[in-house]
């Protein structure tokens, strides 16, 4: 059963699946679709810590603007990078 995260990922990727329609020229249109290595296959990996799985051996885009996958991933790390700052001021 999917929980309101769950959810919240499945339309992520919806939406970057929009974008890579209107932007087939841009990175996001290979995000998480092509391999890094060609001669190793795509792998599923779990992390325990978060709960959460992804693929392993694939490109991302790295596109705060045009990618809602990579800026969620952006966003988190730099929200934690501020929370860090925050905390050690």
């Not at 999917?2 to 087939?24: E, I, M």
């Not at 296959?41 to 045009?66: D, F, L, P």
């Not at 809602?68 to 050690?88: D, F, H, M, W, Y």
Request: proline residues 3%; contains cysteine; aromatic residues 6%.
């Amino acid at each position: 059963m999917l929980t309101p995260q769950g959810f919240q990922r499945v339309h992520d990727y919806l939406l970057q699946d929009q974008s890579r329609k209107l932007l087939p020229k841009e990175r996001v249109s290979k995000c998480r679709r092509l391999r890094i290595d060609k001669t190793k296959t795509r792998t599923v990996m779990y992390n325990e810590h978060r709960e959460k799985a992804h693929y392993g051996n694939v490109q991302i885009c790295g596109s705060i603007w045009s990618c809602p996958v990579c800026a969620k991933q952006i966003t988190q790390k730099r929200r934690n990078e501020l929370g860090k700052g925050i905390e050690s001021w």
